[in-house]
């Protein structure tokens, strides 16, 4: 069964909701495995055993947390080996234009080095999800949408 990480940092439980709503979406397509994990939870060996890896986190002076930047430099272990693997991000930030984008494209600048394949979303957010600290109902459903469309991506490469 082909199968979907998604992996997280958070203090305040903001950037977990959001984890949580792109996992509810990914599984509403049939066939797809999907685990959620706290980034502590995961070793650079772990994102071998996964198709997608979507990560998520808060913004952190205009990008990604310490947590998050420190499983990509770990999984260096595993360089060429996530070619091909599916990949997103998402994040949160404290304020409308305090960073989202710009750690939303570091986070998936990363997983392309690794050769990963990410999917854009043409009406949404372009780069993948994003809030403004909790989700509110629209941002709530624009993480739906882009795990649905990750996972159904996942499935078409893999399934
Ligand atoms: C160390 C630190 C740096 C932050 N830097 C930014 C920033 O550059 N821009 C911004 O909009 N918010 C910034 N924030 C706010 C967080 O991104 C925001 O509160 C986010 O929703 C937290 O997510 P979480 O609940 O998953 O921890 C920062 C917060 C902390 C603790």
Not at 4 to 11: A, E, H, K, N, P
Not at 37 to 53: E, H, K, Q, T, Y
Not at 79 to 85: E, M, N, R, V
Not at 102 to 123: F, R
Request: net charge negative; glycine share 14%.
């Amino acid at each position: 069964m082909p199968g979907m990480l998604i992996t997280y940092y958070t203090r305040s439980g903001n950037t977990e909701t959001m984890a949580e709503l792109v996992a509810e979406g990914a599984r509403g397509v049939d066939g797809i495995g999907v685990e959620v994990r706290s980034v502590d939870m995961v070793a650079p060996d772990d994102l071998l055993g996964f198709d997608a890896i979507i990560i998520g986190s808060p913004v952190y002076f205009g990008t990604m947390a310490a947590e998050i930047k420190k499983l990509i430099d770990d999984s260096v272990v595993h360089f060429t080996k996530l070619d091909g693997k599916v990949g997103g991000a998402f994040t949160s930030s404290g304020g409308a234009h305090g960073g989202n984008e710009t750690t939303v494209l570091d986070i998936l600048k990363a997983l392309m080095v690794h050769g990963m394949i990410v999917k854009g979303v043409s009406a949404g957010a372009h780069y993948g999800p994003v809030a403004v600290g909790a989700p509110d109902d629209d941002e709530a459903e624009e993480c739906r949408r882009y795990g649905y469309d990750v996972a159904e991506l996942t499935m078409k490469l893999f399934g």
